[in-house]
């Protein structure tokens, strides 16, 4: 069994697929019209094309929206992404103005740092330094 896909929920699509592409450097799989206005619109990691996709779905349901205002009012990351360098990224992502609500923090062998994703969510970046034992 493997991770397929997994999806976080956003205000708009077409500016979440601009921010997750333009910005966080994902690339666009798939881009289907679903009914009057929503996509299936889904984007994976330029060094995985065939690997777990990321779906950007429409805020439709009522749930959805306070089950994601609830977490970013509490500070609290809906998805957390691997970067090789957290602390470049970091710099890169804010370069592009990025809006961090976490400077990267070492945390042992893990460092994180969140961003707003502009789509009402918080996601954090991680890279984890494997310890030798």
């Not at 896909?5 to 500016?15: E, G, N, Y």
């Not at 995985?48 to 205002?69: C, F, Q, S, V």
């Not at 740092?113 to 034992?133: F, P, R, S």
Request: contains cysteine; negative net charge; proline residues 6%.
């Amino acid at each position: 069994m493997r991770i397929h896909l997994t999806s976080i929920f956003v205000d708009d699509q077409a500016k979440a697929l601009d921010f997750y592409t333009g910005v966080l450097g994902f690339v666009k799989k798939n881009d289907v019209p679903v009914g009057e206005q929503d996509r299936w619109l889904t984007v994976v990691s330029p060094d995985e094309p065939g690997g777990a996709e990321l779906l950007l779905e429409p805020l439709g349901h009522p749930a959805a929206r306070t089950y994601r205002d609830a977490l970013v009012r509490d500070g609290i990351p809906l998805a957390q992404f691997a970067v090789d360098d957290v602390r470049a990224e970091y710099e890169r992502l804010r370069g592009l103005g990025v809006h961090f609500t976490q400077e990267p923090v070492e945390l042992g062998p893990v460092t994180t740092a969140v961003l707003d994703d502009t789509c009402g969510n918080l996601i954090q970046i991680v890279h984890h330094q494997e310890v030798g034992g």
